[in-house]
């Protein structure tokens, strides 16, 4: 849900996406790029705007450049019933914003197996020093630290499939609410400058 205008500004003007225009500039091998160049290689390759929002999401920046629509009184019922439906979903895409890539390369196993770690870790530190344990009851020693790494396992397992299901859902209101606005613009519900954040 980007304007491709506004990210084509961006992109030319703010230093923050600097690799971006860099490889822009080699793509259409020129130095003086415009802002017409850009829109048209957004346009183009979808990739670009992919790494956009990603150089985004690591500098928490919103991609979701949508602007939640006024309904007016002389809106018809249609037009307002319209409306009210693109801004749930659009305030759904924010909530889901992190979400908007899969699993595969997210940081969850590394989170959630440091913390493991640190536990077995700090579990051994405390037996070890403070008490006979392994000498008297090895068994219930090594049980403990599979049940921790079980533990471990559960969580990085259970996060895994909630961010599967939020990407899911991410990208079922992602088409619905881009299907809509594209039918809005359409139909003259509302305007461009209406919708996309400038």
């Known amino acids: 849900m980007v304007n491709i205008k506004k990210t084509s500004e961006q992109i030319l003007y703010d230093g923050l996406y600097n690799t971006l225009l860099f490889e822009m500039r080699e793509r259409l091998s020129t130095k003086n790029i415009s802002i017409d160049m850009i829109m048209a290689l957004l346009k183009e390759d979808p990739s670009f705007i992919q790494e956009y929002k990603e150089i985004n999401r690591h500098s928490e920046l919103s991609s979701v ?3 939640k629509l006024i309904i007016k009184n002389e809106d018809s019922s249609e037009t307002k019933e319209f409306k009210k439906d693109i801004n749930e979903k659009v305030q759904i895409l924010r909530n889901l ?27 051994h530190n405390l037996i070890a020093l403070f008490t006979e344990l392994y000498t008297t009851h090895t068994f219930l020693v090594y049980s403990l630290y599979a049940l921790i790494l ?28 881009k299907e809509m606005i594209e039918r809005g613009l359409h139909d003259s519900y509302f305007s461009y400058d209406e919708i996309y954040e400038k």
Do not use: C, P, R
């Open 150 to 177: 079980a533990v471990t396992y559960y969580g990085y397992a259970k996060m895994k499939k909630n961010h599967d299901n939020q990407h899911e859902l991410y990208k079922k209101v992602y088409s619905s609410a």
């Open 97 to 123: 914003e992190n979400f908007e890539v899969d699993s595969k390369n997210s940081a969850y196993s590394i989170w959630i197996g440091s913390l493991g770690v640190m536990v077995l870790f700090t579990a």
């Open 65 to 67: 450049q949508v602007k």
